[in-house]
């Protein structure tokens, strides 16, 4: 049963346009969220999280959206750069405190 | 400060044998979470320890274990690999619990050992 779904495998998109990764989940316990990115032969960096209490949360470049009504939360990449070719991961983490990834969204960035 | 160590990176073993993947945390985390990764099945959790105690536990059969020491390192074993078990293990540590009440409680990956059972 997966409780996090990313239902675009891959995602391609040209440098400097937005990237739009989604990630939808299926526990309404839910109540935190993150993204997390991973390059080959690295592990998995956080790179933003939000809490239920809000709707959207900014860093930079990225920004999460959460919509809980619909179970759904994106993140947005304005502008999208080569460096942030990479497989995203969209977790959640409700009442049992384990934190439940995706299956992740590869994501190229091409010039 | 270092990161997090997973040790080996890379290994190869036969169906039927056991492996033993190591875990060095932050120092200063007390909590080690670990994970596989296999193509589009994402990160599974494992399970995580804290404090030398198991607080929680994935759906994996019991060939799986693993443990947590005094100073916060940690093992987890397979045992009677299958040709399925080939995968990235992640292992991941935290300050506290990872969970959602302190709203800032991140993981911090290490860069995975990669098990090939053949």
């Known amino acids: 049963d997966q409780q996090v779904k990313q239902n675009s495998p891959s995602l391609s998109v040209q440098e400097g346009r937005i990237s739009i990764l989604n990630c939808d989940y299926t526990n309404s316990m839910f109540d935190y969220f993150l993204w997390y990115k991973k390059y080959p032969a690295e592990g998995p960096t956080f790179l933003i999280s939000?809490?239920?209490?809000?709707d959207k949360n900014e860093d930079g470049r990225f920004t999460v959206f959460l919509n809980k009504s619909a179970k759904h939360l994106s993140l947005h990449i304005v502008p999208s750069q080569p460096g942030d070719s990479a497989v995203y991961f969209c977790a959640a983490s409700g009442f049992t405190d384990k934190l439940i990834f995706g299956t992740g969204t590869r994501l190229q960035v091409f010039p | 400060k270092a990161g997090v160590t997973q040790t080996p990176r890379y290994l190869i073993k036969t169906r039927g044998q056991q492996v033993t993947l190591s875990c060095s945390p932050i120092s200063g985390h007390r909590s080690v979470s670990w994970y596989q990764q296999t193509p589009g099945q994402g990160l599974q959790f494992l399970f995580e320890?804290?404090?030398?105690?198991?607080?929680n536990k994935g759906n994996f059969p019991g060939r799986f274990s693993g443990r947590q020491f005094s100073n916060s390192r940690s093992e987890m074993n397979v045992s009677t690999l299958e040709l399925g078990d080939s995968a990235l293990y992640l292992c991941a540590s935290s300050l506290i619990l990872s969970g959602p009440r302190s709203g800032a409680n991140v993981l911090t990956f290490g860069a995975g050992s990669r098990l090939t059972v053949l």
């Open positions: 320890y804290f404090s030398e105690t198991q607080r």
């Open positions: 939000i809490s239920s209490i809000k």
